[in-house]
Structure formats: C-alpha cells, structure tokens
C-alpha cells in the first residue's frame, strides 16, 4: 500500500460544477494534511492546509478529513477553466519525518 | 509575503561541468528542502536543513551537493550529473520545520544533462 495515494485522472468536469478530489493515507498518526496545486512546467503553490478532522472552507475550495477512514479530500465549487491543473495531495506522516505527496490528480474544467 | 525565490530558471549542463542552484528565502523561515522532480511525478524530498544544519539526506548521490549558508539562502551544487538527473529541482522552505509547518515553494529551476 503506497503512502499517499490519488486517482490519477483526469477527472474532467463542466464548468460551474463542484470538482471533488480524494486522497487516503496509511499512516494512523498523520497529522498535518496539505492540498497543493500545480499547472503543468509550474511549482507546486498551496491551496489548503488542515489539521483537525471536519470541514474547512475557504473561498472556492473546501478541505475536509477524516482521520477515522484516514481520507482527505478537496471540494472545488462553481470550477472555472483556470482550476485546470494538477492537485497534489501532500501528508506529514507520523512515522516519517517529510511530507509526503500522493501522485496527483489531474483535473480537467472545460466551459 | 511567501515568496522563495530560485536561479536559475533554466539550466542546461554537460556531464562534466560544475553549476549552483540557489535559493533564497526572506520570510524568516529556519527549514529549507530540496525536491526533484520528473515529469508527471510527485516531487521527491532529497534534503533538508533545519536551522541551518543538514537534517534529512535521502540517500541522494554524492554528485549533488547541499549547502546552507545563512539561515535566507541553500544551494544545491552540482558535478558528474547524468543525463537522468534532468527533472524540475524544487527549493521550498517553512517557518520552522515543525510537522504542521507548511512548505513553500520556490517556482523551480529546470535542469538539462546532455
């Protein structure tokens, strides 16, 4: 089982709709969870970063954990175009002192 | 202000030559990372320093050579590299390198070996 792992894509949606991204973890003890975004030949520039289990919103993008399931997934509402890119998944393990980055998943907003 | 800052923004290199990477951070921050990346890859951690001590080296062939000067500034010096050493080399840095510290990334320098 991979450390960090992502459904590579692409997902593709409409423009305006939600776009929902997912990510699990094998590490129980994890306890700091970050969603990067990354458009192609670009670094990775955070977009949310969550520590509790629940929601956290802000702006377009909601983050939520589950520390129980050991799954944390990013919400995207009303996407645009410009959402299109990469989204990273990136998890502080207990067991390990680094962060850790799941695959990526590639999100595709047509109009 | 999360701005890391990298030079050069493209380099391209023969397996004989020496280069420098370099970053550079005002933010205060005392954690600096290496990355490497390849195409349609996650990054890979190579180094860290934390408070300018080298804490983390993940295994990374002795042909790349970390450095940190001051707390603001880490180099990545380079020598002998092959050319599947070409990827996207990634500096980020946090405040601290605390586990809930978030990492911020520099916009990367692209590496060519030929």
């Known amino acids: 089982q991979k450390e960090v792992e992502q459904n590579s894509g692409p997902l593709s949606v409409p423009e305006g709709a939600i776009a929902s991204l997912n990510c699990t973890y094998s590490d129980r003890g994890s306890q700091s969870f970050f969603w990067y975004r990354q458009y192609s030949g670009k670094s990775p520039e955070l977009i949310m970063s969550i520590y509790s289990n629940g929601d956290k919103e802000d702006g377009r993008f909601t983050a939520q954990l589950n520390k129980a399931s050991q799954y944390v997934s990013l919400l995207i509402r009303d996407s645009q175009p410009s959402d299109s890119a990469t989204y990273l998944c990136a998890v502080q393990l207990d067991q390990l002192d680094k962060l850790i980055f799941g695959t990526g998943t590639r999100l595709q907003v047509f109009p | 202000d999360t701005e890391v800052t990298q030079t050069p923004k493209h380099l391209v290199m023969g397996m004989t030559n020496k280069k420098s990477l370099k970053c550079e951070q005002h933010m205060g921050h005392r954690a600096m990372y290496w990355y490497k990346q390849k195409a349609k890859k996650p990054p890979e951690l190579m180094f860290v320093?934390?408070?300018?001590?080298?804490?983390i080296n993940e295994s990374v062939p002795s042909r790349f050579s970390p450095e940190c000067p001051n707390s603001s500034l880490l180099n990545l010096h380079l020598h002998a590299l092959q050319p599947e050493d070409s990827a996207l080399y990634l500096c980020?840095?946090?405040?601290?390198?605390?586990?809930?510290?978030?990492?911020?990334f520099g916009p990367g320098t692209r590496l060519t070996v030929l």
């Open positions: 980020a840095s946090s405040p601290a390198g605390h586990r809930t510290d978030t990492q911020y």
């Open positions: 320093y934390s408070y300018e001590k080298l804490s």
